[in-house]
């Protein structure tokens, strides 16, 4: 297995920075998405986008009691899924927190529940060796100091919004930065933070960022705390990692034409949160491929799963994590540290690359021959990674015109190889090309 050193590829670690090698390594991770939205079953902004009242929304929190909550069968999931973290919403826009926080009621340990949930999680990703990671919410519908801006669910009530108009957020402010010291003090060495979300842009909203929730002091608590965790850009100041969310960037992404770590954070149906009636589901065949584009751009793919409210992983969920789990079984090391190649993959091929392997990715696949542009003579060997059956290489004399049976001749530098009529029974067949050592990327 590869080490967790950073792929050459990968952008440079800014001095003092934490060193993301296990993550970009990893490339695949979980997210899950778990709250008292759950049991709506209709969306994780349900409160928002039929404007609940606390009074509506407690109806979930009285009825909060996931019997089937099993850690130890989320992780095992995730891992033979190909997965290497899991991250876990420790809290969501509507402020219910998933551990027994000393700073508020609106928590677990009061559900008919009644009992922490963040620790167990935390014990079962370790136990099967994966990183740990917790998504924190920056917004908060349930705080009483929280501005009832364009976000919060009462921003059409005029009477709730004269009543609560006095909202100081620096209140908030230190409740904020009191749970992310409680999360990152009770559960041990946390590898991954996800703050979500800053839209100081979004001025219809009343736009809150890094002031609102004095992000410098929050980033430099969670340096203390924990140095060598890996923290999201969403506090609206720079972090370790950038988050395309629902949308695959076009290329490496970069920040003032640096190159940066990223990672795109991806829903199954759309929805973030259990959705049971959302039929908008996303194929194995198209993850696979989300995964491996992203990781031929350089980027790491979370993908997220809403489990039910008595705590399982929708069945749905998992059928298409196994699908991913069988091609991750076999093309493992095509994805795992790797990262982008400096050769230019041919229309619908995607390169990773990790030293002397070039692996292609066939996103179509070609009647018997597939030309490789820039590869001629840098190759010693060719396999489909399936099944490790050999694939060899065909010599056409270049730019030769094509004659009846004989097909033309590709520009000088292409190499052509011969793949079988039928293509592997595999969501995304892969070649594996051992480089000549002078060809690595
Ligand atoms: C968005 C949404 C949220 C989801 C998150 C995941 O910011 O507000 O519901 O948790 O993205 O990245």
Known sequence: MPSAAAHPSAPPTPEGAPDPGWFTTARFGMFVHWGLYSLAARHEWVKNRERLTDEQYQVYFDHFDPDRYDPVRWA??????????????????????????????????????????????????????????????LIDWHHPSFPVDGTHPQRDDEEFKAAHADRDIRDYQRYLHGQVRELLTSFGRIDYLFFDFSYAGRTWWGGKGPDDWDSPKLLETVRALQPHVLVNDRTGLPGDFVTPEQYQPSGPMTENGRPVVWEACQTLNGSWGYDRDNLDRKSADLLIRMLVDGVSKGGNLLLNVGP??????????????????????????????CGPSAYTAPAECRYTQRGDRLYVHLFAWPLRHLHLPGLAGRVRYAQLLNDASEIVPVHIEPDRPAVNTEMGGQPAGT???????????????????????????
């Open 76 to 137: 095992r999931t995730a891992k033979a899924a190909g997965m290497r973290y899991v991250v876990l919403t420790t809290k969501h826009h509507d402020g219910f927190c998933l551990w027994d926080s000393a700073l508020t009621d609106y928590k677990v340990t009061n559900t008919p529940h009644g009992r922490d949930l963040v620790g167990p999680f935390v014990e079962a990703c370790r136990a099967e060796g994966l990183q740990v990671g917790l998504y924190h919410s």
């Open 308 to 337: 039910t409210g008595r705590g399982d992983l929708d069945a749905r969920d998992t059928e298409v994590l196994g699908d991913i789990g069988r091609w991750m079984d076999l093309h493992e090391r095509s994805v795992r540290g």
């Open 415 to 441: 190499l052509t190889l011969q793949i079988p009529v039928r293509r592997p029974d595999t969501p995304v067949p892969v070649i594996e090309l051992f480089l000549d050592g002078t060809a690595d990327a």
